[in-house]
Structures are given as C-alpha cells and as structure tokens.
C-alpha cells in the first residue's frame, strides 16, 4: 500500500480565478484535533478536528449563517 500525503487536497471553493481560493486538505501527520486544515486566499490557516468541521457543516447546513446572508442582501 503506498503511502499517504501528509497534506492531502480535498476542495477548493470557487476555483475559478488564480486568487488563491480557500482551500479544504486533510493532514494525516497531524494529531487528531488538527487534522482538518483551511487556509484562505492569503495562505493564513486553521486547523480542526473532523468532529469540529462536522459540526461547522451541519450548522451551516441548518441555516446558522443565513441571517449574515441576508442581512449583506439588504445592504
């Protein structure tokens, strides 16, 4: 079985431009609580645990973002 990439690419969100968009990898050298890596257009990043960005995407997905939303297509 060949060996896995420390930093494994999952997603890239938008990706269409050469921004340098916001990008989703897996670090499997990382202990469990940073294993999940996001790094923004800047190349800044965070790390989670996959417990913590299964909670993020399931508020997301129950619409704990949706005001912000909103309130930026009133403005």
Known sequence: MA???PLEHII???GQCNCGCPELFIDNAADEERRVVIT???RARI???LEQ???LVSDVKEGALDKLFTAEAVS
């Open 47 to 49: 790390q989670m645990s």
């Open 53 to 55: 960005l299964h909670v």
């Open 40 to 42: 923004d257009d800047f």
């Open 3 to 5: 060996a896995r990439e």
């Open 12 to 14: 890239t969100f938008c």
